[in-house]
């Protein structure tokens, strides 16, 4: 059995999934249970995954975990030694962290700082472990969901500025690869799509495949930090605007590592539009 933290978001949804149709016994937790979901061979828990109480349950009985930060996990919570010190006894034999591709490019940034302790704690936990390191996500442009849909209209800070985003359906497919295969354990993946695309150019890949003008209007990082500390502290705002604004040659580099565990390229841009067109119509 493997416990899936996340289980409701664009990582953990396909993660679950691809579980599942492998055979897999899957424990999905999210904040809430999903009892109208009957997937055979998924058990919906809602668990908060914050406490070391909250992690024991989630994977009691579990061989393996995918751990990903949401909400109570990356902006606070217990220790992350101390949480990951809850599977001791419980079975887990194997651990996927989701970690970011900036807690190793900024080693001293505030905004990954939680992360990089993490990652610690995952390596020191005595269990085999793969740490993911996924650059931004494609995914990320549902943000500009609603202002396509009512006014063909993309609005974005950094309008030239490129980076290679990665479709969390590669991420998840990583993960799924190092939680069930050997191979990967002590490995940190560094996980990206296989260009660098800016905003502009991703707002006219939409256009395309709806088949409609969509305008592209430049936000300031001013304007972009507003909108941001609606949902998100200051610190990761910052740390988020300098990566986006102003990215190292590293951060603006295509990836191998999907291609070396997956045996095929990552997707581009486009793909993930085709396939999430409908939340821009």
């Known amino acids: 059995m493997i416990t899936v933290t996340g289980a409701t978001g664009n990582i ?8 599942t149709g492998a055979g ?5 937790v999210s904040r809430r249970p999903r009892p109208e979901d009957r997937t055979p061979g998924v058990r919906w828990t809602a668990a908060d995954t914050g ?4 992690l024991r349950a989630a994977v009691d009985g579990s061989r393996a975990l995918f751990l990903l930060l949401g909400g109570e996990l990356n902006s606070h919570g217990e220790d992350p030694a101390a949480l990951l010190g809850a599977v001791e006894g419980s079975g887990i034999e194997r651990i996927v962290l989701v970690s970011s591709q900036a807690a190793g490019t900024r080693p001293d940034a505030l905004s990954h700082a939680r992360l990089r302790e993490f990652e610690a704690a995952v390596r020191g936990s005595g269990r085999d472990f793969t740490v ?11 943000a500009w969901a609603e202002t396509v849909r009512t006014r063909r209209t993309v609005l974005a800070p950094f309008g030239d500025v490129a980076l290679p985003v990665v479709d969390p359906a590669d991420i998840a497919a990583v993960a799924a690869a190092a939680l ?10 560094v996980l990206t799509g296989p260009e660098a695309i ?9 256009a395309e495949a709806l088949g409609e003008e969509v305008a592209f209007v430049e936000l300031s990082r001013a304007e972009a930090r507003e909108h941001l500390s609606r949902f998100m502290p200051d610190e990761v705002v910052s740390g988020t ?7 190292l040659p590293e951060e603006q580099k295509a990836g191998t590592d999907v291609e070396t565990v997956l045996g095929r390229p990552a997707a581009p841009f486009g793909a993930w539009v085709a396939r999430n067109l409908p939340a821009f119509r």
């Open 241 to 247: 605007l300098d990566v986006l604004g102003d990215p």
């Open 180 to 189: 069930r295969e050997d191979g990967h354990a002590g490995r940190t993946y």
């Open 132 to 142: 993911l390191r996924p650059g931004g996500f494609a995914s990320n442009a549902f």
């Open 51 to 54: 406490t070391a109480a909250g």
């Open 12 to 19: 953990g949804r396909t993660l679950v999934e691809l579980l």
């Open 198 to 206: 800016g905003p502009r150019r991703q707002t006219e890949v939409l």
């Open 24 to 28: 897999e016994e899957v424990v999905a």
